[in-house]
């Protein structure tokens, strides 16, 4: 998985709790992305970096924040879990390069999140 | 509102034969489009992306037709093998605020029978 950990791979909390998820490269790739898998819908896109402190929203990122403070580490937080955040949340880095590289991502293992 | 649209949902086929998945988008400004190959239990992997200058592009067994004027397009897996079957996504990816970013079909679960 392209120097990619996720962590934790499963976790199982309640609503209402806070939930951090920690995706940690060893590729030294400027770009990092959180996405969420969901039946029927493919993977979207929550939050994304493009360097140290530098981050943006995607398309479904109410009720997630994230944190980058440093190249290798880049965390995703809800803040107070609900039912409809359970899902299976990829992480992924891609290159910083003057070629078209940089389009391509690549993706951790997964962690699946259920919220009860 | 989904920016890229994928069908069939499922897809079964024999062995040694075609597998077709199509995909269709709206966004003209969308500048590069992978297809990624997801098995159980483990994050999606690039298959084989082409750019919308590009009418095919091909490697190994697996092909890409891009139709611009439709923005229609689709993956080809000739000679079919049982270990082909996994979940492909098409993606569509666009400029935004420093970054790239992919937005993706709802998938195709691919089955290949032996």
Same mark, same amino acid.
């Given at each position: 998985?392209?120097?990619?950990?996720?962590?934790?791979?499963?976790?199982?909390?309640?609503?209402?709790?806070?939930?951090?998820?920690?995706?940690?490269?060893?590729?030294?790739?400027?770009?990092?992305?959180?996405?969420?898998?969901?039946?029927?819908?493919?993977?979207?896109?929550?939050?994304? %970096?493009? *360097?140290? @402190?530098?981050?943006?929203?995607?398309?479904?990122?109410?009720?997630? #924040? $994230?944190?980058?403070?440093?190249?290798?580490?880049?965390?995703?937080?809800?803040?107070?879990?609900?039912?409809?955040?359970?899902?299976?949340?990829?992480?992924?880095?891609?290159?910083?390069? %003057?070629? *078209?590289? @940089?389009?391509?991502?690549?993706?951790?293992?997964?962690?699946?999140? #259920? $919220?009860? | 509102?989904?920016?890229v649209k994928?069908?069939?949902?499922?897809?079964?086929?024999?062995?040694?034969?075609?597998?077709?998945?199509n995909c269709a988008y709206e966004?003209?400004?969308?500048?590069?489009?992978?297809?990624?190959?997801?098995?159980?239990?483990?994050?999606?992997?690039?298959?084989?992306?082409?750019?919308?200058?590009?009418?095919?592009?091909?490697?190994?067994?697996?092909?890409?037709?891009?139709?611009?004027?439709a923005k229609q397009?689709?993956?080809?897996?000739?000679?079919?093998?049982?270990?082909?079957?996994?979940?492909?996504?098409?993606?569509?990816?666009?400029?935004?605020?420093?970054?790239?970013?992919?937005?993706?079909?709802?998938?195709?679960?691919?089955?290949?029978?032996?």
């Amino acid at each position: 998985d392209a120097g990619i950990t996720q962590s934790p791979r499963h976790k199982v909390t309640e609503t209402g709790t806070p939930v951090t998820l920690r995706c940690h490269q060893t590729e030294n790739h400027r770009y990092m992305y959180w996405y969420r898998q969901d039946p029927g819908h493919g993977l979207r896109l929550i939050h994304y %970096s493009y *360097g140290v @402190k530098d981050t943006d929203k995607g398309e479904v990122s109410d009720g997630y #924040s $994230v944190s980058r403070s440093k190249t290798e580490d880049f965390l995703l937080t809800l803040e107070s879990a609900t039912s409809s955040q359970t899902s299976v949340y990829f992480c992924a880095i891609s290159e910083s390069t %003057s070629s *078209g590289r @940089k389009n391509i991502q690549y993706f951790g293992a997964g962690t699946r999140l #259920s $919220v009860l | 509102q989904q920016q890229v649209k994928q069908s069939p949902q499922s897809l079964i086929v024999q062995k040694g034969g075609i597998s077709i998945i199509n995909c269709a988008y709206e966004n003209t400004a969308f500048d590069y489009f992978p297809w990624y190959q997801q098995f159980p239990g483990k994050g999606p992997a690039l298959l084989i992306a082409i750019r919308p200058d590009v009418s095919e592009k091909k490697e190994g067994r697996f092909t890409i037709s891009f139709n611009k004027s439709a923005k229609q397009f689709s993956l080809h897996i000739m000679d079919s093998q049982p270990g082909d079957s996994a979940t492909y996504f098409c993606a569509a990816s666009i400029w935004r605020t420093g970054a790239n970013n992919l937005f993706f079909g709802t998938g195709t679960r691919l089955t290949v029978i032996p």
